[in-house]
C-alpha cells in the first residue's frame, strides 16, 4: 500500500514538474476556458457556423513555448486542434480555436484544454 502510494505521488511529481527553456522549472496553466456557438468564415470565405473555445493560459515559470490543445465533443462527435504559443515568464495569453463542424442541432457540447511545454505531448 505504502509503495503503491508513493509510486502514486511521484507520478503526480513528474506530470505536474517539467522543464523550459534553460532547463528551469516549468508552471503553466489554463485559467479559464469559455465555449460559445459562434459564426464565422469558412476557407472559402463562406459564412459558417460552428463553436468558439476561447482558453486563457498563464505561463508561472520560465520563459517556453507550450503547446496548448483544445478538444471539443458534443452529440456530433469530437474534435481536437492545437496552438503553439511562447509564453514569457508571469505572461497571461488568450488562445483561440474555432470548430466549424458541429452543426445548431448539436447537443451536449463540452470541451477541454491542455497545456505543457513543447515536446511533451
Given at each position: 500500500?505504502?509503495?503503491?502510494?508513493?509510486?502514486?505521488?511521484?507520478?503526480?511529481?513528474?506530470?505536474?514538474?517539467?522543464?523550459?527553456?534553460?532547463?528551469?522549472?516549468?508552471?503553466?496553466?489554463?485559467?479559464?476556458?469559455?465555449?460559445?456557438?459562434?459564426?464565422?468564415?469558412?476557407?472559402?470565405?463562406?459564412?459558417?457556423?460552428?463553436?468558439?473555445?476561447?482558453?486563457?493560459?498563464?505561463?508561472?515559470?520560465?520563459?517556453?513555448?507550450?503547446?496548448?490543445t483544445?478538444?471539443?465533443?458534443?452529440?456530433?462527435?469530437?474534435?481536437?486542434?492545437?496552438?503553439?504559443?511562447?509564453?514569457?515568464?508571469?505572461q497571461?495569453?488568450?488562445?483561440?480555436?474555432?470548430?466549424?463542424?458541429?452543426?445548431?442541432?448539436?447537443?451536449?457540447?463540452?470541451?477541454?484544454?491542455?497545456?505543457?511545454?513543447?515536446?511533451?505531448?
Amino acid at each position: 500500500m505504502r509503495s503503491r502510494m508513493i509510486r502514486m505521488l511521484a507520478f503526480a511529481l513528474l506530470f505536474t514538474v517539467g522543464q523550459s527553456e534553460g532547463g528551469a522549472p516549468w508552471d503553466a496553466r489554463v485559467l479559464l476556458v469559455k465555449t460559445e456557438p459562434q459564426a464565422f468564415a469558412d476557407a472559402r470565405g463562406e459564412p459558417d457556423f460552428g463553436y468558439m473555445v476561447r482558453a486563457t493560459v498563464q505561463n508561472r515559470g520560465t520563459r517556453g513555448v507550450f503547446v496548448v490543445t483544445a478538444t471539443l465533443s458534443c452529440s456530433e462527435g469530437e474534435w481536437a486542434s492545437k496552438r503553439t504559443v511562447l509564453l514569457e515568464n508571469e505572461q497571461t495569453d488568450e488562445v483561440k480555436f474555432a470548430f466549424p463542424q458541429p452543426t445548431l442541432s448539436a447537443q451536449d457540447v463540452k470541451s477541454r484544454v491542455g497545456i505543457a511545454p513543447e515536446g511533451e505531448r
